[in-house]
């Protein structure tokens, strides 16, 4: 069944018993143009595989059957995910899984569900966990096309944020270092039943086509860029003289030779600037 109203969506709940659960971060979309922008930013053809996280009672799920080769959802809630399951037994193309996505293989279920087709993660993320799923979905090098997903504007904004400016975080670095992403479209809480506090966005994370940047060390790298923004308000030399035993002097000479200024904080470097400080710090 489509969902299309809160007052159908509002019908469905008490059909099944199910009340929206806050700590599950459950707001569900009511507004179609929202799916079909959605589905239309996603670019998913009907030779695609589409893994969802989070269902809910299916409304992304059902438009996303119907624009693809085969959808695979995984969602938590035992009540939900029964339901859906329930609900998606005429179609012959949808598989809802019930598990945490957070704990899943998903390698795996990737493998075992869409053999030669291309993959694509199109999902509205349950927020409280948005920031470990991304970084799940890019750090398991996982063979997707792209991810487009449902966020906290906030968040989309650190997604996509440039050095030097003040949503530039670890964050925005892990994205743009694994992908090439971009904000698609915001949405009002309205969209939404239950109404979120705060305003969401739609990003799009491109795997497919993004050179991941050659680091000697991803590691290393990557806790040069944590101690960076660890201690955002130090200089970049005082942070990451807490997280690296090189002396302070060659540590100062290294920043400087780096980024021509021994001051400067971890905020304004770019990618290449932490790739190459972390080629040359110990
Ligand atoms: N896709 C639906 C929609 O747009 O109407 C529901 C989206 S709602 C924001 C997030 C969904 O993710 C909820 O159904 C929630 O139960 C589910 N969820 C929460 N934590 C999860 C987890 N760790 N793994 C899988 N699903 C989860």
Redesign the pocket.
Known sequence: MEIKSSASLVREMKKVGIKP?KA??????IDDNILTKTILASEINKKSGVLE?????G??THRLSQHALKVVS????GK?ANHLGNSVLGYGNIKIIH????KCDLNKIIAENFEGAKVFVV?????Y?TTPLIMKLLEEGLPISSATVMVQNEVAKRIVASHSTADYSAFSIACQFYSAPKVMFTVPPSAFYPPPKVTSAVVRLDVEGHTKPIVADERKFFKVVKAAFGQRRKTLVNALGSSFDMPKAQLKQLVSDVCGNENIRGENLDISKFIKISELIF
């Open positions: 659960n599950l971060g459950q707001n569900f979309i996280i989070g269902p809910g009672l409304a992304l995984i969602e938590l809630d939900l598990a945490d996505a957070l999902a509205n993320l349950p927020y966990i």
